[in-house]
């Protein structure tokens, strides 16, 4: 990426109403946050060129809890529903199917789901509508089905 791209990004990362971005390409990782917090260093693997979709998000689950941890795959404005006058995608204690939007997150005026990695119950939604997600965050807890 040129210098020249770089700060045309920069431009458009400013007037945006995003509050943090980290983008990865060619071994090079690129993060930008407005206010005083900075972003955490994630641990993800760089995205394929030209990639447009969120990577999957990651689980994992708590020794002996049975609870699928559905993490933020990217850094990004955490929305319950599709609009503000929508209902939510989903209730805790909602049985829902793999596959099936739990949550978007905005990044760079782009909306990305996250889906359920199984089938199950969701147990916990452990973000605010409309608040910044970071890399790695517990979203949602998901006991999947046995």
Not at 26 to 48: E, F, I
Not at 108 to 120: D, H, S
Not at 123 to 140: H, M, P, T, Y
């Amino acid at each position: 990426m040129k210098l020249s791209e770089i700060q045309e990004l920069m431009r458009s990362f400013d007037s945006s109403g995003l509050t943090g971005l980290e983008l990865m390409w060619d071994g090079v990782t690129l993060r930008m946050q407005k206010g005083a917090a900075p972003l955490p260093v994630g641990g993800a693997a760089p995205a394929a060129p030209g990639a447009e979709a969120a990577p999957a998000p990651r689980q994992e689950a708590p020794a002996g809890s049975g609870v699928v941890e559905v993490k933020a795959p990217i850094v990004g404005v955490a929305y319950a529903a599709p609009s503000p006058e929508a209902p939510p995608f989903v209730k805790e204690g909602q049985r829902v199917e793999k596959g099936q939007t739990l949550c978007l997150l905005e990044a760079m005026k782009m909306m990305n789901q996250v889906e359920a990695p199984a089938a199950g119950v969701v147990r916990k939604i452990r973000f605010r509508n409309g608040e910044l997600a970071q890399f790695g965050d517990v979203l949602v807890e998901l006991e999947p089905e046995q």
